[in-house]
T-cell receptor, first 111, second 116 residues
């Protein structure tokens, strides 16, 4: 059974800090892993997608890593800003494009 | 231009009613999805359609019936609404979406359904 877990559920940091969000998945037969951002009352915005053959992806201040063998992914946010405050969701993609989502980490970056 | 749009954004209705949520994508994608996000923020897939054909049908009560008139539209009809149906429903689309696909999914803004 595919399950995705995210830790911590909530995180509050002062502006400028570097931070790491964690995601773990039980079934390592993933096709890819994707990190999304969800703002209150809004849909999901894709941040980074890591294919199963890749180890990491970078976009600006964001870096996502993938370790299939241990069933883990991390999202690293450098020099956090108040605009980064949102809920971050990871989703593991399995066959037939089935996404399994974690419950998210709610991030608050304080000015 | 909105890539994936849903209507309505909010829907408040009484138990026992029948309601529909509409979704449209203008990305030219082949596959569309419906997800349900519950109060604990878990997003779970309900259905997916590829070129108007049902591909994924998770364990969902048969009161929920998706309908895809064409590959740019995927509507969700819900019969005999229950309190537990209250949630945010998200539509999404992806380029291909068949076995082995690794396409990203693009999400709509969600429809918040409240059943009283």
């Amino acid at each position: 059974k595919q399950e995705v877990t995210q830790i911590p559920a909530a995180l509050s940091v002062p502006e400028g800090e570097n931070l790491v969000l964690n995601c773990s998945f039980t079934d390592s037969a993933i096709y890819n892993l994707q990190w999304f951002r969800q703002d209150p009352g809004k849909g999901l915005t894709s941040l980074l997608l890591i294919q199963s053959s890749q180890r990491e992806q970078t976009s600006g201040r964001l870096n996502a890593s993938l370790d299939k063998s241990s069933g883990r992914s991390t999202l690293y946010i450098a020099a956090s800003q108040p605009g980064d405050s949102a809920t971050y969701l990871c989703a593991a993609l399995y066959n037939f494009n089935k996404f399994y989502f974690g419950s998210g980490t709610k991030l608050n970056v304080k000015p | 231009d909105t890539a994936v749009s849903q209507t309505p954004k909010y829907l408040v209705t009484q138990m026992g009613n029948d309601k529909s949520i509409k979704c449209e994508q203008n990305l030219g994608h082949d596959t569309m999805y419906w997800y349900k996000q519950d109060s604990k923020k878990f997003l779970k897939i309900m259905f997916s359609y590829n070129n108007k054909e049902l591909i994924i049908n998770e364990t969902v009560p048969n009161r929920f019936s998706p309908k895809s008139p064409d590959k740019a539209h995927l509507n969700l009809h819900i019969n005999s609404l229950e309190l537990g149906d209250s949630a945010v429903y998200f539509c999404a689309s992806s380029q291909r979406g068949l076995a082995g696909s690794t396409d990203t999914q693009y999400f709509g803004p969600g429809t918040r359904l409240t059943v009283l």
